[in-house]
RNA sequence: CGGGGCGUAGCUCAGCCUGGUAGAGCGCUCGCUUUGGGAGCGAGAGGUCGUCGGUUCGGAUCCGGCCGCCCCGACCA
């Protein structure tokens, strides 16, 4: 088909807007493709919804090809559903109507465990429905133009599985569901274990995508064979430099010393060889002692694994009473509470704090002078090497473009939602959750996918095929060119605007079409027009008649 | 929710410090000339300066409240 740019809703403009910071935020609303309505509310304009749709369609195909069935429930949910699943108080981040017994559903899980129930006998399993529908979400924080929003479509899909072999078998088939869809789009995601949440289920994968501008790090070995959230990553970091070990832990008087860097070089001696002491406060009022390494930072994520409940940072009347000293000078050594230390504590002497105000202890061994329960806590760092093979582990910040995880009976035991399984047995059934949000994707896309003058889309994404551009005199032969690429079933963007030629280029590489053909005042000699190639910038001359002859 | 920044024309911004009744560039409309990488000349349209209140003879400008937006952090099925 033919699109005129004279008749389209195409507002490029010619500077970035004020407000934004990520690229693809700014070139999205450059391009035409997004308008923003309110914080984290955006409209699609004709541009960008064509690009969604195309992201959309992907979806679609993939999940088809996996035995999805598309189906689609309402936005407006009736609270009592996550009153049932206990999600009622806990779901903060809905948006409530009010006067009203419902929600904006910030994802479907109780809706589509509902429509579960008409499931009867194992017979009828496994099943996978999904649907593209708006979710609202009380975020935060909206950011970075489509990358972080309040308002969104999202592809969720719900898999219903009789035993764990067939949870595992639907898992695996939308995870290399997901694969497909990203290479597809050419967008570089990886897939990683998720960051344990509320669901905590033990099949809970994040794909992230590396770009310029996100919430997450995504940690990847050099040579391929390992990769992470940076949350939960599991890095090697360097092996300390220890000083000379010491029978017993003897005290050194460290006036003024807080720091474990400033420690390390009062005494001449790697950071590495020092210990940090973090302590949180449990619920329940007791402290506990979080010991990482002087050159690391505690993982809050990891604390949370390690130490299941709402932990806090202790305040600092509760680290006097606790441990008679203040912040800078704590140690694990005479502490009466618990002492959770990091793996890299287990092995080595270390200095410390001595619980007395500028003064610490050197050649404290966990084991001797303290009884810890170890566990994975500190932060991945540039610098450490790969848990696998030890390779140079690469940080790169990403964008989470979906998330696929394993909800178990969490729903359908309060929805009662069971089946009669071949032993005569009335079993819940087993649920997983896919979601995936093309305008992340879209976005993502962008991050990865520009240059200097615009967004260069990938060929299955891009708003149309090819971007034909009419400069004065050869109207006739552009229309030509429109037409014969039409004719081959491609979708083509006509710039018949009386604008300047330069105007309309600088257009053309914004909205980023991968393919441009120029018809100016040359093909009026010799009836050819120039061929750009988006990406690369190679430019060919080629008869309209061979157009069609031309494989695109 | 904490920290920081910003709200002046459709867009990007200046003016504010040192109060005197609003500007530039781009865009838009009309005319003429131009026309292969964001044209030139001429003539126009367009703003209750986020909002409410205070100080003042006088507020875009000084003071206070509120609202909105952006960034960092917290949070994130």
Request: aromatic residues 8%.
């Amino acid at each position: 088909m033919i699109f005129r740019a004279s008749q389209l809703f195409l507002p490029t403009l010619r500077d970035d807007p004020a407000d934004a910071d990520a690229v693809s935020h700014k070139l999205l609303v450059r391009g035409g493709f997004i308008r923003q309505v309110s914080a984290g509310l955006w409209t699609f304009m004709p541009l960008g919804w064509r690009v969604h749709r195309k992201v959309e369609q992907i979806v679609r195909e993939e999940m088809d090809a996996i035995g999805g069935q598309e189906i689609l429930m309402p936005l407006l949910t009736p609270i009592e559903l996550w009153e049932t699943t206990g999600r009622a108080n806990a779901a903060n981040f809905a948006f409530r109507v009010e006067g009203h017994p419902y929600l904006l559903a910030p994802t479907h899980e109780e809706t589509v465990t509902f429509h579960a129930r008409e499931i009867q006998s194992y017979k009828q399993l496994p099943q996978l429905w999904y649907h593209f529908s708006v979710k609202d979400r009380e975020e935060p924080r909206p950011r970075g133009g489509l990358l972080r929003v309040r308002e969104f479509i999202m592809k969720d899909g719900y898999s219903f599985d009789r035993d764990d072999e067939g949870v595992k078998r639907s898992f695996e088939a939308n995870r290399e569901a997901y694969k497909k869809i990203f290479a597809r789009c050419e967008l570089e995601a990886y897939d990683v274990q998720a960051e344990s949440g509320v669901m905590g289920g033990k099949f809970s994968v994040d794909f992230l995508a590396p770009s310029g501008s996100g919430e997450n790090v995504l940690v990847r070995c050099e040579n391929g064979d390992y990769a992470a959230d940076g949350d939960i990553a599991q890095a090697v970091p360097h092996v300390p430099t220890f000083p000379e070990t010491l029978v017993s832990a003897e005290e050194v008087v460290t006036p003024g010393i807080t720091t474990c860097e400033s420690l390390a070089d009062f005494l001449g001696i790697d950071v590495a060889a020092t210990s940090k002491a973090m302590p949180v406060t449990k619920p329940d009022g007791s402290v506990v002692l979080a010991l990482v390494r002087g050159d690391d930072r505690l993982s809050e994520m990891k604390l949370y694994d390690a130490l299941p409940g709402a932990s806090r940072p202790s305040t600092d009347e509760e680290i006097r009473a606790a441990f008679g000293a203040s912040g800078g000078s704590l140690g694990p050594v005479g502490f009466s509470g618990e002492v959770i230390a990091d793996e890299t504590l287990r092995d080595g002497q270390f200095v410390a704090g001595a619980n007395k105000d500028g003064v610490h202890l050197r050649g404290v061994q966990a084991g001797r002078d303290f009884t810890p329960r170890f566990a994975d806590l500190r932060e991945p760092k540039e610098g450490d090497r790969c848990p696998l093979d030890g390779g140079h582990l690469n940080f790169q910040t990403a964008v989470e473009v979906g998330h696929i995880f394993n909800f178990g009976s969490f729903y359908s035991k309060p929805l009662e939602a069971t089946f009669l399984d071949e032993d005569g047995q009335e079993k819940p059934l087993l649920g997983g959750s896919y979601g995936i949000g093309p305008g992340r994707v879209m976005a993502a896309i962008v991050e990865q996918h520009n240059d200097d003058n615009g967004i260069v889309w990938p060929a299955s994404v891009a708003p149309y095929d090819v971007h034909v551009v009419a400069l004065p005199g050869a109207e006739e032969i552009a229309e030509q060119a429109a037409e014969a690429l039409s004719a081959l079933g491609k979708d083509v963007l006509l710039d018949d605007r009386d604008q300047r030629a330069g105007e309309k280029f600088a257009d053309a590489d914004l909205i980023g079409c991968p393919m441009r053909i120029t018809a100016g005042k040359k093909s009026l000699e010799d009836g050819k027009v120039d061929v750009r190639d988006r990406a690369t910038g190679e430019e060919r001359r080629l008869s309209v008649a061979d157009l069609g002859k031309e494989a695109w």
